[in-house]
């Protein structure tokens, strides 16, 4: 009697859901001559439609892969470095990049190059940011782990050096296994950016291949000012930069420095460059 009642209630049950969800369905006419389609629209009102949600929208607040490997201390570091390498800003940058494999281009420092050699600078730039990388993440696990936590300690003692000059002046000197080359800048309460950087030709205090000198002055009304000089060459860069729309970012910089002509001739030469850059 008990499993009879059951049942009962079971096609009640049915029928309820038969009546409310399948009576929309009726409403629709399908025309047989093209299936998939309806013959008139107007039972089309009472058709309920549901989307479905395969994947969930990724939560706003995460990093992505790529935000935990190039972290903001390392995205700052490697545009720093490259823009000292290939120019301050995109317009300067694009200057020298050469438009086919046959044509020559100039860099920063003087040197006529063709798309090969200009190529290869590029790629001796990437393997030291695959270093880097590895430097730099390889710190973060010895520092996380208490087991290899001393491991890292010696190693910061043996590449840094903080020293406090006097009040609000502290000297950090730092020494990059990856980049082969000594950094040394000057923390001051004018939060004015500054910096020498020693490169050598190989890993440890040999030969010097060349030395950078770099100023960066706080915003000022959004202009942000900033002067270069690259002692190898000679070259004096001196930029300014400021945003024109929140999209567009608008440059001029002036440039001097020792060129080696094609005819192998040393002269100095002096150039403007006025950029817009969307970004």
Do not use: C
Request: neutral net charge; glycine residues 6%; aromatic residues 14%.
């Amino acid at each position: 009697m008990e499993s009879f009642k059951k049942i009962k209630i079971f096609q009640l049950v049915i029928l309820f859901l038969g009546f409310f969800v399948l009576s929309p369905l009726r409403a629709l006419e399908f025309d047989p001559d093209h299936p998939g389609y309806l013959r008139d629209t107007q039972g089309e009102r009472y058709l309920r439609t549901f989307e479905v949600e395969f994947i969930s929208n990724p939560d706003a607040d995460g990093k992505n892969v790529f935000d935990l490997i190039f972290d903001k201390t390392l995205t700052h570091e490697f545009i720093e470095r490259y823009e000292q390498e290939f120019g301050r800003t995109p317009g300067e940058q694009n200057i020298r990049a050469p438009l086919t494999r046959f044509a020559e281009t100039e860099y920063g420092d003087g040197i006529w190059v063709f798309e090969t050699e200009d190529q290869k600078r590029k790629q001796l730039f990437a393997n030291f940011m695959l270093r880097r990388l590895v430097e730099y993440h390889a710190d973060l696990f010895l520092k996380s782990s208490p087991q290899t936590k001393d491991i890292y300690e010696l190693k910061e003692r043996l590449s840094k050096v903080n020293v406090t000059v006097k009040k609000g002046y502290k000297l950090k000197v730092n020494y990059s296994l990856s980049a082969y080359d000594l950094s040394l800048s000057l923390d001051n309460p004018y939060n004015i950016e500054n910096a020498i950087r020693i490169k050598y030709r190989s890993f440890g205090l040999g030969e010097v291949e060349n030395v950078f000198y770099s100023i960066k002055l706080p915003e000022l009304r959004h202009v942000r000012a900033g002067l270069d000089y690259e002692e190898q060459y000679h070259l004096t860069r001196i930029v300014f930069q400021k945003p024109i729309h929140k999209r567009i970012m608008g440059s001029l910089s002036f440039i001097a420095k020792d060129i080696t002509s094609p005819e192998k001739d040393l002269i100095r030469d002096y150039s403007i460059l006025i950029g817009m850059t969307w970004h």
